[in-house]
């Protein structure tokens, strides 16, 4: 078993309300010719020297980072794959049941912007390919994240929106910036207050929420079986991310929790390769939006994995296990 860090040069800096990053770093696990990877988040704490230090100790802690716990439930899973000849889809599959419909439209991501104009021309030219955008609100500037929508919107305005404030927005803001946003038809906004509100904090703002507001997604407050439950009343979707989850195995549980309470199913990834973001991928027929462009950030993302056709619409690579190979 072997252990490293990668570090992740960006095309561009990524800014959303939790900070700007020029870099990241993946966790890469590998057993022979088999290799997986988890993200490392900066608002996650997890620090990848320390976590790096913790794996090449003799005997393991029972309780692992979340990056560590998770490269290593995918490297088991990859292992897998390729001794049976079945792709991480058909361990969810098994789980799961057969998918009622095809994978969901691809979606892009755009950070918050620092020029508007420049920022329409990004989205015109993406839309022409993508069907679905989604906008990083929370900037601090409730005008900017506004102009944010509305600049989009004009330039795309056949586009599905989904508006992702990360938490952005205080208990004060979120229900008249919902209201005022509801304007520009979104398909959904995402955690627009903090997660350390709690249960609480999402039971005041749906008493708060004007009538019949676009679909609200958690994110954030999100990482549990238990968390889907306890939110269900209070909203109408749940982002589901492997690293969040710590394991494909919980992924899966917590999408059909999200099932059987009736909740929409919103599939994401961090700025990761294409190794990461093929992972998640293999969940997508049983989501109803997918966000999985996190490598398209990533300058030397030395994998080749999940393809988008000229329509958006997600191409798998139809090989065992996660299915990337090294570019």
């Not at 507001?213 to 954030?220: C, L």
């Not at 027929?285 to 393809?307: E, Q, S």
């Amino acid at each position: 078993m072997h252990f490293e860090i990668k570090t992740l040069r960006l095309i561009e800096p990524f800014r959303i309300a939790h900070g700007t990053s020029a870099t990241r770093q993946v966790l890469r696990a590998s057993n022979a010719e088999f290799v997986t990877e988890a993200p490392f988040v900066p608002y996650y704490g997890e620090d990848p020297v320390q976590t790096l230090a913790l794996l090449t100790q003799a005997l393991l802690p029972e309780q692992l980072p979340r990056s560590a716990g998770l490269a290593l439930n995918l490297l088991r899973h990859e292992i897998i794959g390729h001794q049976t000849g079945r792709s991480l889809g058909a361990f969810a599959e098994s789980k799961l049941g057969p998918p009622v419909h095809p994978a969901p439209p691809g979606c892009r991501s755009f950070s918050i912007p620092t020029d508007l104009d420049a920022f329409a021309d990004k989205v015109r030219d993406i839309s022409q390919q993508f069907p679905v955008l989604k906008l990083k609100l929370g900037s601090g500037d409730l005008g900017l994240d506004i102009a944010t929508v509305s600049v989009a919107r004009h330039a795309a305005p056949d586009a599905k929106l989904l508006l992702d404030v990360n938490g952005g927005w205080d208990m004060a803001e979120a229900p008249l910036m919902i209201e005022k946003l509801a304007e520009y038809d979104p398909a959904l906004i995402e955690q627009p207050i903090h997660h350390r509100l709690g249960v609480e904090g999402w039971e005041e703002l749906r008493a708060l929420l004007p009538g019949n507001p676009p679909p609200i997604f958690a994110d954030e407050s999100i990482h549990t079986v238990e968390d889907i439950i306890a939110l269900a009343d209070f909203v109408d979707g749940v982002n589901i991310k492997l690293l969040k989850c710590g394991s494909l195995d919980a992924a899966v549980a917590m999408i059909a929790t999200a099932k059987e309470q009736s909740l929409q199913i919103l599939l994401g990834c961090m700025i990761e390769t294409s190794l990461g973001t093929t992972a998640a991928a293999h969940l997508a027929p049983w989501a109803d939006w997918i966000d999985l462009d996190g490598h398209f950030y990533v300058a030397n993302d030395d994998y080749i994995g999940i393809d988008y056709d000229t329509q958006g619409n997600l191409i798998m690579p139809g090989r065992p296990g996660i299915g990337a190979i090294p570019r």
